[in-house]
């Protein structure tokens, strides 16, 4: 594996081997120090055009732990704000010195394309409304350590899915491992078309509620939302957030995700979210460790874990 840009270029193979190695570093991450020399000697650049806290903080805390260098590119005090363009600026920090850039950007396509232009490995930390592979695969690893398996397992995909890379990936993701996945949205909040989807849509969470194994709530993403795409918000919080009335009418033992930022009160209630059934802050920390296992199998030919 060269790059990550998206699920689809992985497979079921790629997705179970990544899968595998998380679970050692799971166990590095759990050491008094976290620490292995896996990556020493590598640089990594964490190139973010769009804001960011888990995922940024995440593949630096994951770079760090493999002992490699890390560079942090920050829009806002760059000469972005000079107007030096995309291609540029990458080039620029290619000259310095990269093993891997991990690119975070609002269009679609710009991992890609940062990839066609470097030697580097490139990683897709989130593009436009496209892909947001890490996240996908810190949610399998999050469901399946605690269900074991996603085989057979019914998950809904709640919200935003029009505005969602996160939902692209993880739909993507989990019928891959085969999970049964149910998008549950309002018209107005899917894509113009699912084709490729392979998921199931549905507009009554309700009825859905008690079948499910995982109840993955979105984002509402306000800021991608350039027209009236719902009456309120808070029609939709009394349609599709998953208030405590609503949790209720889970199964016991199912998962309650969300990949964070939350509006608390918006798609998910708080009471919900600091309910035990809760997993959103063990996804955070299986993040770490699946970024280390995705840095790794891009650059650490040869190295041993430990
Ligand atoms: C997501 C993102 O930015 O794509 N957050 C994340 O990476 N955990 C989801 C979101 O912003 O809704």
Redesign the pocket.
């Known amino acids: 594996m060269k790059h990550l840009l998206s699920m689809a270029d992985l497979g079921v193979d790629g997705i179970e081997e990544i899968l595998r190695v998380t679970e050692s570093f799971v166990e590095v991450t759990a050491r008094d120090i976290p620490r292995v020399p896996a990556l020493r000697g590598k640089t990594i650049v964490s190139l973010f055009y769009?804001?960011?806290?888990?995922?940024r903080l995440s593949f630096e805390s994951a770079a760090k732990r493999l002992s490699a260098d890390v560079m942090t590119f920050s829009v806002a005090t760059s000469s972005v704000q000079k107007g030096e363009s995309l291609k540029d600026t990458v080039e620029t920090i290619q000259a310095m010195g990269m093993d891997a850039v991990v690119v975070?950007h609002a269009s679609a396509g710009v991992p890609w394309q940062v990839s066609q232009w470097v030697d580097a490995s490139v990683v897709n930390?989130?593009d436009g409304w496209h892909e947001?592979p890490t996240?996908a695969l810190l949610d399998a690893y999050t469901i399946r350590e605690r269900l074991g398996s996603l085989e057979g397992r019914r998950i809904a995909i709640v919200g935003?899915v029009k505005?969602?890379?996160?939902a692209r990936s993880n739909v993507l993701g989990f019928h891959a491992l085969g999970a049964e996945v149910t998008l549950v949205a309002p018209p107005t909040l899917l894509p113009p078309s699912l084709e490729g989807w392979p998921c199931e849509v549905t507009t009554d969470l309700d009825a859905l509620l008690p079948k499910l194994d995982v109840i993955y709530v979105?984002?509402m993403?306000r800021e991608r939302m350039t027209e009236a795409v719902l009456p309120s918000m808070r029609e939709y919080t009394s349609r599709y957030g998953l208030t405590a009335r609503r949790a209720a009418n889970l199964p016991d033992g199912a998962l309650v995700m969300h990949?964070?930022?939350m509006n608390r009160g918006v798609e998910i209630a708080a009471e919900v979210a600091d309910a035990p059934g809760t997993v959103i802050t063990r996804?955070?920390a299986n993040?770490v460790a699946v970024r280390m296992a995705v840095l790794f199998l891009l650059l650490g030919s040869g190295a041993s874990i430990a």
Not at 50 to 55: H, I, L, N, P, Q
Not at 163 to 166: A, D, G, Q, T
Request: glycine share 12%; no cysteine; hydrophobic share 15%.
């Open positions: 769009e804001e960011s806290t888990r995922t975070r930390a989130g947001h996240q935003d505005h969602s890379r996160v979105l984002r993403q990949p964070g930022p996804q955070v993040g």
